[in-house]
C-alpha cells in the first residue's frame, strides 16, 4: 500500500521538534524501490532524539527491505541534519537532495496489523540489520489509530545508531501521523521477557499516554502485564 499527495511540508509537520524547533525528514529507497518516511522525534533526554534518517532506515528494516539510497529535501529555513552523513556512510547508502519544491515518491505504508493475534515470531523481518549484535530480536506492536503497527529492533557495529523495537514503532506512528494509543506489545524470540531498556522507558515517558498499558511477552508464552508509568516512575523532567 501507498500513501498519496504527501507533501515535504506535511512530513516536516509530523516531525516532534519541541526543543530545537528544527523540524526534518528523510525517506528511505530500498533495493527494491520501496519508499519509506521517517521524521525527526526530539526527546527531553536530548541525546536519545531519534534522528530522521534513523527513523526512516528502522521502518525499512522492519518491512524486512534493505536500505540503497537516502533522499532529502533541502529546506530554505532549517540547516541538514548533521547525523545524515554519518548514516548514508555507515549503511552505504546513496545521498541524493532534493529542492524543497519538489514531489515525494509515494510513500510505502508500514505494516499496519488488525489484531495482535495476526503477529507471530515466525514472521520477524530477517534482514542483516536486525539484532546482528546482540541476536536479542524484539518486536513492538504498539496500538494506533490505524491498527496495530509493527516495529523492531536494528543494530549497527557502529554503537548508537542502531534503534529499540519500542523506538522504532513509536517514531514510525509520527512518521506517518497515526494517533498512538495506550497499548503496547513487546515480544522477543529469547526466553526472557521483553522488558523495554531504560532508554525505551524514558521516550514511552513523553510519547505514550499515561494509561498505557505494556504487555511483555517471551516466545515460551511467559506474560506480564504493567502500566508504562511502573517501568519508569521516575522519569526525567525539566520542572
Not at 115 to 122: A, E, G, K, L, P
Not at 202 to 215: I, M, Y
Request: hydrophobic share 40%; glycine share 4%.
Amino acid at each position: 500500500m501507498k500513501e498519496n499527495e504527501i507533501s515535504p511540508a506535511t512530513l516536516l509537520k509530523r516531525s516532534l521538534v519541541p526543543y530545537t524547533k528544527k523540524a526534518a525528514f528523510s525517506v528511505v529507497e530500498t533495493t527494491d524501490n520501496c519508499f519509506y518516511a521517517g521524521v525527526r522525534v526530539e526527546n527531553l533526554v536530548y541525546p536519545l532524539t531519534i534522528e530522521s534518517a534513523q527513523s526512516a532506515i528502522a521502518t525499512a528494516i522492519t518491512q524486512g527491505k534493505k536500505p540503497a539510497k537516502i533522499h532529502t529535501w533541502v529546506n530554505p529555513e532549517f540547516e541538514a541534519e548533521s547525523s545524515l552523513s554519518v548514516y548514508s556512510s555507515k549503511f552505504e547508502l546513496a545521498h541524493i537532495t532534493h529542492l524543497f519544491s519538489e514531489n515525494l515518491p509515494e510513500l510505502n505504508t508500514p505494516k499496519i496489523l488488525a489484531n495482535v493475534d495476526d503477529f507471530s515470531t515466525t514472521d520477524w523481518p530477517k534482514t542483516q540489520n536486525s539484532a546482528v549484535i546482540s541476536q536479542f530480536l524484539v518486536a513492538a506492536l504498539l496500538k494506533t489509530g490505524s491498527g496495530w503497527l509493527l516495529g523492531t529492533n536494528f543494530e549497527h557495529a557502529f554503537l548508537g545508531i542502531g534503534l529499540c523495537a519500542e523506538r522504532t514503532a513509536l517514531a514510525m506512528a509520527l512518521s506517518y501521523g497515526l494517533p498512538i494509543e495506550n497499548e503496547i506489545y513487546i515480544f522477543t524470540k529469547n526466553r526472557v521477557l521483553a522488558t523495554p531498556c531504560g532508554a525505551c522507558r524514558q521516550v514511552g515517558s513523553e510519547l505514550l499516554p499515561n494509561s498505557t498499558t505494556a504487555f511483555l511477552l517471551s516466545d515460551k508464552h511467559n506474560k506480564q502485564t504493567v502500566k508504562w508509568a511502573e517501568l519508569l516512575p521516575f522519569p526525567f523532567v525539566l520542572s
